[in-house]
């Protein structure tokens, strides 16, 4: 069961960190790092993720599956899926919760929640050649209870928060409960090989859908309009006549 064993901490830097270390040293899976407050907590892209006290969900787990390790960018697409899932149990009056290529939780086109995946490989086989993971850590942060003032300032979409969104405050544990049943879930169609149905559901969630978008990549930027993902979750967008499939960068809304 997802959760158990959990360890539950005050504070730490980062429940990623602890959660690696953790699986180094032979943590089950399905075992969860959570922390009250983060204080180097991070997000994709060397980016801070701000983890005060109280406002929060800060955690981190652990799950081998001894994937490709070009599938990890998967399990980042099925546990967004998950948090969707619960976040439309946790707060039914909101409206349908999306996910945003690659790992970003949305409510109402404002991000509350994001995903990092981090894995480890072990030595690959001779003869496939392929890297495998030996365990994933699978990274949440979910803004439940914060209040305006305290969300961080600059973020690429408005950043927003469950209680702001629905207009009261959450328990933290009920919280944590329903959603870790909704990665479950999500976590157990994909070891069954639904992977395709879970893909068509992220894309019925799909926050960039059909919008005009800008990539911003490692070597160049371009715009053009969200049409999915493929296969193995990339993003497809159409531009200049041409489907183009980004591997990595910043995606944001190009609209009037
Ligand atoms: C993102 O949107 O960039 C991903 C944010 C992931 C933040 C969580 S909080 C718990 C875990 N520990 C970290 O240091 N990061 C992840």
Known sequence: MFGQPLRHLENTASTNDVALQWAQ?????????????????R??????????????????????DEIALQAVPQLTMIAALGVARALEKIAPASTRAAVKWPNDIVLNEKKIGGVLCESRSRESGAQSGEARAEFVVIGIGLNVNFARADLPPQTKIPAS????????????????????????????EYSQGNWNALRREWMQRDFLQGRRVKVEGARETFCGVAVGVDESGLLRVSSEGKTRVVLAGDVTLDED
């Open 25 to 41: 040293e032979g943590a089950p899976h399905g075992a969860v790092v959570r922390a009250d407050s983060q204080s180097d907590g």
């Open 43 to 64: 997000g994709r892209q060397g980016r801070n993720w701000v983890s005060p006290r109280g406002c929060g969900l800060y955690f981190s787990l652990i799950t081998r």
């Open 161 to 188: 928060s469950l209680q702001i969104e629905s207009g009261k405050p959450f328990d933290l544990d009920e919280v944590l409960a329903m959603v870790l049943r909704g990665i479950e879930e999500a976590h157990r």
